[in-house]
Structures are given as structure tokens and as C-alpha cells.
């Protein structure tokens, strides 16, 4: 048995926790450079504001109803999602953290101890308690069943939030109810595909044959029906899966149409992801670099171009990373436009510790190295000051719009909330 635990409208739940004058009030969060919605509370998902909607067209309804916006306030919504996880390790044997806001909990033998669905509002009810963030628990004998155990706790009130589908006859009833769109891991493009054959609803899905299966999609598909009978074909996972990439990009808040501007951003990207390799130990090979223009903006010239260069030694030093990012970008540099964007790619990864070097390596300056990147991350995570390499841009004016972010309550000194 599984149980998925999906904290409801996470990011609004998250500002209200330190405001709670916006309980009952219509609230969105906003993605980067406060662009489109990502989060809706309730209140405002009935008047009628979608997902991903762009600000601009509902600013006559934020204004019309009073509507709060946030910007994302990522530091605050972390923090507050690794608690949320902690409390739920201490309610399960096992957890699989799947994303910021969703955990899955592995709940074999616990139906011998009791009611699941029981055990499942004591993790609603503590979650609530320890943390403020409400969520939905869905319990099922599989991760996909799951899914729709979840999504039905949150679609129908009546269920208080949390749904057993433990008992095939409840499965089977609400398989028929919902659209085939509505699966755990089948997209758009899939559901189109599936509705051309006849196949509506998941119930139907669920009765489809592996041959006419494989013919509609991919073994994927054909995993999804199995587990909706019952038959586990996803496992839980607790250690994460081995990163492929890292990138770190930004779009900005204002145009860029100057070489030095736009290459500082390079340099900070690069040494940004050159520490977050450090801290999980990995080198790199491969390093990519692309800019481009805004895709929305109809009357200026657009230009979209990257450049790749494969290391002849994997690294995680900021200076090797950062020379090779600066002498991409000066490859792929056009005048005459105004960039919206530009980031840094790292690919082909090895453990620090599995590093081939050649026979004429000189071992004590790698030691050397190795203990400054050590030292200058010690510095930086101290957060009393902090040191940059000279071709990094000190100031962030560049950096995305955020203009109605929150404090870092749990995050930063100065910002803890004070009670008089």
C-alpha cells in the first residue's frame, strides 16, 4: 500500500502561514519575473483565474477583486517543504519525496494495524498541526492508484481529504468517473490518442490490452494500465535519481544589449553551478552555453544560439568552468539585440573521487584547488560575506522581477516575524 500526501495550493498555503489575515481572501503566486500564475488559492480558482495564466490579462481582475499577488518566494517555500517532509518521515517507515509540495509513503502491513484511512487524517491532522499547511492523502495498492486516490480527495469535499482505494469496487467506481486525461504519467498528446480510440475514461483505460497499448503509446502505457490493476510497476524510490544536468539560467527583468553586461551573467551562472556540483560531490565534461532574445516580443529581432565544449578532464573548479563558459559565449555573441535570457548548461558527470587525470598531472595544485573552491564555499554559505570571482557581476539589478515577494521569515535573521 501507498499513500501520496499533496499539500493543497502549496505556495499560497505557504504565505499564509506567517499572514493570516488572507485566509478566505482570493490569493495568486507568480512565477519568475512575476510572468503567469502558478499558485491559486481556492478563492481564486472560482473567479475564474486559470493555471499559467499571464499577469497582464487578469490585472483588470486582480484589481476588480482585490486579489493579493506574491511573487515566488522559493527560499520560503523550500524551507517550508523540507519541514513538511520531516514530519512525514516521522509518520512512515519509508518516504519518496516527489516533488516540493508531494511525498509518496510506503504503507506495507499497515492495513493489518487498522483503518488506512484513519492512519491517513492522523497524517492530515499532524502535518496541519506541526507545520500549518494543509494537505490531501491519497492510500492505494499503487503509486498510479494513488494518484487518483489523491485527486479525487481533493476534487470531492465530502471526502474530508482523504480517500482509501484500498477496496477494488471503490477503485473501480472511481476510475469510471474520471477522464483518461486525469492518469498519473499519460500527457496530452497521449490522452488525444487515447480518446481517437474510443478510451474516455480511466476504467476503459484500464481494460485495454497490451498489444493495443504498445500500438496507442509506449511501454509506459502499458505500465500505467498495469498499475491501475494492482500490479506494482513503480517502486519506491529513496534515493534520488543520478542527475543527467544541471543548468542554471534566468530570464531578466530589463533587456540586455551590452557584451560585458550579458557575459557577467555568464560568469555568474557558471560559478553558481560550479559550487552546487561541489556540494554533491559530481565533475563535470560537458559545458553549454546559450542566450537568447524574447520569443514574445513581435516587433524586435530574435536570436537564439548556444555553444557546447566537452572538457579534455571532468572538473567542478569555478575558474576552469567559467573561462570555458566566457570563451562559448564570446563565440556565439551577436550586437544588435536585446537578450531576455542566458544560461549555463553542465552535462557528463563523474564522482569527484573517480577523476582520471593524466600522468603529468601535478597532484599537489590539484590539492590546492580542491581547498580553495572548499574555502571560498565555506565563506559564501556563512552568509556574513561573500566572495566572487572578478568577472561575476556583484550586484543583481539584472536578476528577475520580483516586486511583491514576502519576507524570508524562516530563511533570514531580519526577517523573523515579531509578536508584541
Known amino acids: 500500500m501507498y499513500a501520496l500526501v499533496d499539500c493543497n495550493n502549496f505556495y499560497v498555503s505557504c504565505e499564509r502561514l506567517f499572514q493570516p489575515s488572507l485566509s478566505g481572501l482570493p490569493v495568486v503566486v507568480l512565477s519568475n519575473n512575476d510572468g503567469c500564475v502558478v499558485a491559486r488559492s481556492p478563492e481564486a480558482k472560482i ?74 487524517r492522523m497524517v492530515q491532522q499532524t502535518v496541519k498541526q506541526h507545520i500549518g499547511v494543509p494537505v490531501c492523502v491519497g492510500i492505494a495498492p499503487t503509486k498510479t492508484l494513488a494518484k487518483l486516490a489523491n485527486h479525487a480527495a481533493k476534487t470531492y469535499k465530502a471526502t474530508g481529504g482523504v480517500v482509501d482505494l484500498s477496496c477494488s469496487e471503490r477503485q473501480q467506481k472511481l476510475m469510471s468517473l474520471l477522464p483518461v486525461g486525469e492518469i498519473w504519467g499519460v500527457g496530452r498528446k497521449t490522452a488525444e490518442k487515447l480518446l481517437q480510440q474510443g478510451i474516455k475514461t480511466v476504467l476503459q483505460l484500464s481494460r485495454c490490452d497490451t498489444t493495443r497499448a504498445r500500438r496507442i503509446g509506449s511501454i509506459n502505457l502499458v505500465k500505467t494500465i498495469d498499475e491501475l490493476n494492482g500490479i506494482i510497476r513503480y517502486a519506491m524510490e529513496e534515493e534520488p535519481e543520478v542527475r543527467k544536468q544541471l543548468m542554471c539560467s534566468r530570464s531578466f527583468a530589463e533587456k540586455m544589449i551590452d557584451h560585458d553586461t550579458l557575459r ?37 529581432p530574435t536570436y537564439s544560439n548556444s555553444a557546447t565544449a566537452k572538457l579534455s578532464t571532468p572538473t567542478s573548479d569555478t575558474r576552469t568552468i567559467t573561462r570555458t563558459c566566457t570563451d562559448l559565449f564570446d563565440s556565439i555573441w551577436k550586437e544588435g539585440y536585446r537578450y531576455a535570457k542566458s544560461g549555463v548548461m553542465l552535462g557528463e558527470f563523474c564522482d569527484q573521487a573517480a577523476i582520471q587525470h593524466d600522468l603529468f598531472t601535478d597532484h599537489t595544485v590539484l590539492a590546492e584547488n580542491d581547498s580553495l573552491m572548499c574555502a571560498v564555499d565555506k565563506i559564501n554559505q556563512a552568509s556574513r560575506s561573500k566572495v566572487w570571482f572578478a568577472g561575476q557581476r556583484s550586484r543583481e539589478d539584472w536578476f528577475m522581477k520580483r516586486a511583491n515577494l514576502s519576507p524570508g521569515y524562516t530563511t533570514r535573521w531580519r526577517d523573523i516575524p515579531k509578536v508584541s
Open 47 to 120: 473567479l475564474g483565474i486559470k493555471m499559467a495564466v499571464p499577469a497582464f490579462q487578469i490585472a483588470d481582475l486582480i484589481k476588480k477583486h482585490n486579489i493579493k499577488v506574491y511573487s515566488s518566494n522559493y527560499a520560503l517555500y523550500g524551507d517550508i517543504s523540507s519541514r513538511v517532509m520531516a514530519t512525514l518521515e516521522s509518520l512512515a517507515p519509508q518516504i519518496e519525496v516527489y516533488s516540493i509540495d508531494e511525498a509518496f509513503l510506503n504503507l506495507a502491513g499497515f492495513s493489518r494495524m487498522g483503518s488506512l484511512e484513519d492512519y491517513g
Open 264 to 300: 557577467q551573467t555568464i560568469c555568474e551562472f557558471a560559478a553558481r553551478a560550479a559550487e552546487r556540483l561541489r556540494s554533491e560531490n559530481l565533475a563535470c565534461r560537458v559545458v553549454q552555453v546559450f542566450i537568447r532574445t524574447s520569443q514574445f516580443n513581435s516587433t524586435d
